[in-house]
């Protein structure tokens, strides 16, 4: 079973960005759709970006335009790159495929948090 491994979080200033990236421990190539979810604090996790194989992405209306994602399979990676981070960004983001079933494990994640 192919797991995942987050990182690239931290503290970040409104306005300000982040690149976070997930390694899996295998192949990412047979998963057709892989997503980056993000959970806050009392809050369902959500998902809020979406790249298929062919590279068609799809977004949360709450990241449109400011977020990225990309996916390397050479390399087993999938990459999200935040900019104009908000206050309301801030969650433990993790990678997964898309969509969540639950055969799928879930990495540690990791923290974003955006503050002044």
């Known amino acids: 079973q192919v797991q995942f491994v987050e990182s690239g979080g931290g503290l970040v200033q409104p306005g300000g960005s982040l690149r976070l990236s997930c390694a899996a421990s295998?192949?990412?190539?047979?998963?057709?759709?892989m997503g980056w979810y993000r959970q806050a604090p009392g809050k369902q996790r959500e998902l809020v970006a979406v790249i298929i194989s062919g590279g068609m992405t799809n977004y949360a209306d709450s990241v449109k335009g400011r977020f990225t994602i990309s996916r390397d399979n050479a390399k087993n990676t999938v990459d999200l790159q935040m900019n104009s981070l908000k206050p309301e960004d801030t969650a433990v983001y993790y990678c997964?495929?898309?969509?969540?079933?639950?055969?799928?494990?879930w990495g540690q994640g990791t923290q974003v948090t955006v503050s002044s």
């Open positions: 997964n495929p898309a969509p969540h079933m639950t055969h799928w494990s």
């Open positions: 295998g192949s990412i190539f047979s998963i057709y759709a």
